[in-house]
């Protein structure tokens, strides 16, 4: 029993780590905000247009960086661009990922909002970082070298150019990341309750908590997949 938790955790692991090295832009992240949902979402707004009378935010608007913020049914969705230096005029880079940001009221807690933020690349962004590999692909296979030279290179242009289209977007994921906590801190902060005295907590032995860890990772990955299935 304790040898089947222990490769199950080890199975979950090496899970956990290919999502957050190949899929994952950023970790997903949870605000207590002291205030109402359309009030959150209202800060948002505004934040996002440069204003004078906001000037403790101008950090978040260098290299003409911008955020564009669309209400959704139980939150809103955002992304975000910005000028590139060797850009032409009004040319703005490319669009290449996303957050998603629900609202969730705590129960018990009148305007109180707890605000849940997830990151991902888009469908379209994603594929391009295939094409310019593919294409070159085509013409290495017909040159007159060694199979294993044309294979390495083959791999280092694709391992290359994923990696640097998901730099991008994980860049562009901490932009707007960083936005929504400087924006919320001219709410209200949330006042964290004390937890009450209690009895001793039940320990559990290690081999049933290795195994109750890998059930609950792999319920946690199944909902994770099911919302980014309907986004």
């Known amino acids: 029993m304790r040898i089947g938790a222990k490769r199950e955790a080890a199975r979950a692991g090496l899970?956990?780590?290919?999502?957050?090295?190949?899929?994952?832009?950023?970790?997903?992240?949870?605000?207590?905000?002291?205030a109402p949902a359309g009030i959150c979402l209202q800060t948002l707004t505004s934040a996002a247009r440069p204003s004078t009378q906001r000037l403790h935010l101008r950090d978040l608007f260098m290299e003409g960086r911008r955020y564009y913020i669309t209400p959704t049914t139980q939150g809103f969705r955002m992304t975000s661009d910005h000028r590139p230096m060797w850009a032409r005029r009004g040319q703005r880079s490319r669009v290449a990922a996303y957050v998603v940001g629900t609202?969730?009221?705590?129960?018990?807690?009148?305007?109180?909002?707890?605000?849940?933020?997830?990151?991902?690349?888009?469908?379209?962004?994603?594929?391009?970082?295939?094409?310019?590999?593919?294409?070159?692909?085509?013409?290495?296979?017909?040159?007159?070298?060694?199979?294993?030279?044309?294979?390495?290179?083959?791999?280092?242009?694709?391992?290359?150019?994923?990696?640097?289209?998901?730099?991008?977007?994980?860049?562009?994921?901490?932009?707007?990341?960083?936005?929504?906590?400087?924006?919320?801190?001219?709410?209200?902060?949330v006042e964290v309750k004390e937890l009450p005295i209690h009895e001793a907590d039940v320990v559990m032995p290690p081999s049933d908590f290795m195994a109750e860890w890998a059930r609950f990772y792999r319920m946690h990955s199944e909902e994770e997949g099911r919302e980014d299935s309907g986004i």
């Not at 999502?19 to 949870?30: E, F, G, I, Q, T």
């Not at 997830?118 to 962004?125: E, K």
């Not at 391009?128 to 070159?136: K, N, Q």
């Open 15 to 34: 899970r956990r780590f290919m999502w957050n090295a190949l899929v994952r832009l950023y970790p997903p992240v949870a605000l207590a905000v002291g």
């Open 103 to 189: 609202f969730t009221g705590l129960q018990g807690d009148d305007g109180i909002t707890l605000v849940r933020l997830r990151a991902r690349m888009y469908t379209l962004y994603t594929l391009s970082a295939f094409l310019v590999p593919t294409f070159f692909t085509s013409i290495l296979i017909y040159m007159p070298w060694h199979r294993v030279i044309i294979v390495a290179i083959i791999v280092m242009m694709f391992t290359s150019s994923w990696l640097g289209h998901r730099m991008n977007a994980a860049m562009q994921v901490n932009e707007m990341i960083y936005f929504v906590q400087k924006a919320f801190e001219d709410l209200p902060p």
